[in-house]
């Protein structure tokens, strides 16, 4: 995700999920009668937007849990199931509060990355088919830089995405606080 540009990404993934890419090609293979409607159908448009979105994030923030985890003491572990408490306790009671920093911090970033998430489908589809698969950037671009512009609500539209982070954000730090745990 870091190395390549997120349009080199959108364009390689629209090109493999295209009605005469790979992806057809290899469901054809087990469904000769198959027809690839996946960027013609609103319906079925936002799945490889999804899949594309989640095969960019999983592993950085695999790589940031999987680092805090190797933090978290394995004798509090230990201990516990000495004690006699399950897995589920142990991930309940120990693991997720030793954790809680990193979760907030993950929300965080995801939050911010689905609001930046222009790029991404503006390369894989436009907001198209039927504007099923726009975004709220890609909405304020198409009101700033489209057809009549209209300046006005495109930025009151980038003002509401500022706005809409930072109550998403509270969200979050209010609810870490009340339910996150010590981290170590």
């Known amino acids: ?4 540009s997120t349009i080199v990404v959108g364009i390689l993934w629209q090109t493999f999920f295209s009605p005469y890419g790979p992806f057809t090609e290899l469901v054809q293979r087990f469904n000769p009668m198959w027809e690839n409607e996946l960027f013609y159908d609103p319906k079925k448009a936002i799945i490889p937007v999804l899949f594309v979105i989640l095969w960019m994030y999983t592993g950085t923030y695999l790589i940031i849990f999987l680092a805090n985890l190797q933090k978290i003491d394995p004798s509090l572990v230990e201990a516990a199931r000495i004690d006699g408490a399950s897995e589920w306790q142990v991930l309940t009671k120990i693991i997720l509060p030793c954790l809680s920093g990193v979760i907030l911090t993950a929300a965080i ?20 088919p039927a504007r099923r698969t726009s975004v709220l950037s890609l909405y304020m671009y198409d009101n700033a830089f489209r057809g009549a512009p209209n300046y006005p609500r495109a ?5 509401f995405m500022v706005l809409l982070s930072f109550i998403l954000i509270l969200i979050v730090r209010v ?6 745990g010590r981290e170590q």
Do not use: C, H, P, Y
């Open 1 to 4: 995700m870091s190395i390549i």
């Open 109 to 128: 970033l995801a939050i911010s990355g689905s609001l930046k998430s222009f790029d991404l489908v503006f390369a894989m589809t436009a907001g198209n």
């Open 155 to 159: 930025n009151a539209i980038s003002v």
């Open 175 to 180: 609810t870490e606080r009340r339910f996150g």
